[in-house]
């Protein structure tokens, strides 16, 4: 066989391959994903730290100069940070 034939049988074999790629995904299109949930953890009201932080990641570079921005990215961390209760700080043998 010479390579023009491989070459043929190549281009037909990858536009074999992208034809059945394009209708498996066509055939997806018709399903609708899940909604995200919207209920949030705990069932409590907003968070006003997450308030905070959400406006701070809008005032962009001069949130690193805004005591109020500071302030709740502390609070952020110390929340992160803080070891979950029931949990020992000493650590046991598995």
């Known amino acids: 066989m010479d390579t023009r034939m491989f070459a043929r049988l190549g281009a037909a074999g990858f536009v074999a391959i ?4 394009a209708a498996i995904e066509m055939a997806r299109k018709g399903e ?4 995200p949930a919207t209920v949030r953890p ?3 009201g907003p968070d006003p730290l997450r308030e905070e932080l959400h406006r701070c990641a ?8 805004d005591p109020g921005c500071l302030a709740a990215w502390a609070q952020s961390r110390a929340r992160f940070l803080a070891p979950k209760p029931g949990t020992s700080s000493s650590q046991e043998a598995r």
């Not at 992208?18 to 790629?21: D, L, N, R, S």
């Not at 809008?58 to 100069?65: D, I, S, V």
């Open 58 to 65: 809008l005032l962009g570079e001069a949130g690193g100069r």
């Open 18 to 21: 992208a034809i059945t790629a």
């Open 32 to 35: 609708e994903p899940m909604p």
């Open 42 to 44: 705990g069932g409590a």
